[in-house]
């Protein structure tokens, strides 16, 4: 029998993507069930057959009518940064919801590492997350997302301009994910038909320091670009100078001491596992955007 699988976050880019694909992989689009804060978002989903409901983590009743009849659910993490700790609550409303609307098997998009230890200031979010999850008593499967290969557009653009690139996460190695492949990836762990339990890191093929990183992407950009070491001190005050909120200046911050600790140190084969696809490598995605730059 076909089992309903449900995407939350829904007319998120990850959301969104991850519904595509169980379409276009056969999943008859009425189990399937997307939910979302504004369902006038998802019309077009709607109109293909999708069940679209209305749903937001601060609300819990709600979230019981929304999860009503799922199988399979994917907890999309939200973009609540804005208040320490809300995140998590959000999070915990879903997670107790999944379990008492008679969900059997959760996946949750988490982060690398996320232990107590891990430098990145809303690690706690994902780790206690990870834990709810884990006691609620349903199937699960973790999908420790690493950053994705887009979010080099939050600095890179900028580095190119100056011909500088500014870190403090210095000899610390990371191996930055497609955000297409992180969908390709919750798709297939919704879609599967295993109940068993998994904590998977999805990560590209291979590790790069900051310095390799600004050197790939400057022999394919064409266009010199330096690295900069600076204490994290230095590259908050960069950043606020800049016209960043320092909280904010904070949180990116927190991603380099991670870097450089060690925190993104992970290569896996999870993401082949899962898809048996190879990840993007950084190369290609420096290719396809380099005229962004
Ligand atoms: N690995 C990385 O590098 C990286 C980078 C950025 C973000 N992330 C994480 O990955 C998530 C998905 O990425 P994305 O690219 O799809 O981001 P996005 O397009 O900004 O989507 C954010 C998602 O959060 C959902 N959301 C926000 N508040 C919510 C609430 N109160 N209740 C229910 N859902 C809520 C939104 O759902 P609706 O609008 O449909 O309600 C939306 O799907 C992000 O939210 C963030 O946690 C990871």
């Not at 955000?179 to 762990?189: L, P, Q, R, S, T």
Request: negative net charge; charged residues 20%; aromatic residues 6%.
């Amino acid at each position: 029998m076909t089992e309903t699988l449900l995407v939350t976050g829904a007319s998120g880019k990850l959301g969104r993507a991850v519904v595509h694909h169980l379409l276009d992989a056969g999943h008859p689009a009425g189990t399937i069930i997307a939910t979302t804060r504004d369902v006038t978002k998802l019309s077009d989903l709607a109109d293909k057959g999708v069940v679209v409901r209305p749903a937001t983590f601060d609300d819990p009743q709600s979230l019981l009518t929304a999860f009503a009849g799922a199988d399979r659910l994917l907890l999309i993490s939200t973009d609540e940064l804005s208040t320490p700790g809300k995140r998590l609550v959000q999070h915990t409303n879903a997670v107790e919801s999944a379990a008492k609307a008679g969900v059997k098997h959760i996946v949750y998009t988490s982060m690398p590492k996320p232990e107590p230890g891990n430098a990145v200031l809303f690690a706690p979010d994902h780790y206690g997350t990870e834990q709810a999850i884990i006691a609620s008593g349903m199937g699960y499967t973790i999908l420790r997302n690493t950053w994705y290969q887009e979010n080099l557009f939050l600095v890179l653009p900028d580095a190119f301009k100056s011909g500088t690139l500014y870190t403090s996460a210095g000899d610390g190695r990371i191996s930055h994910i497609a955000h297409a492949d992180c969908a390709k990836a919750a798709a297939a762990a919704l879609a599967s038909t295993s109940n068993e339990n998994h904590i998977l890191t999805l990560t590209g093929p291979e590790l790069f320091t900051t310095a390799e990183i600004a050197a790939l992407a400057s022999s394919i950009v064409g266009k010199p670009l330096s690295v900069v070491n600076l204490t994290d001190e230095q590259l908050i005050g960069g950043m606020v100078a800049h016209g960043l909120p320092e909280p904010v200046a904070k949180v990116f911050t927190s991603f380099d001491i991670n870097t450089r600790q060690g925190g993104f140190d992970i290569v896996t084969g999870d993401f082949e596992m899962l898809t048996g696809e190879k990840p993007r490598p950084l190369k290609a995605f420096f290719e396809q955007v380099k005229s962004q730059f």
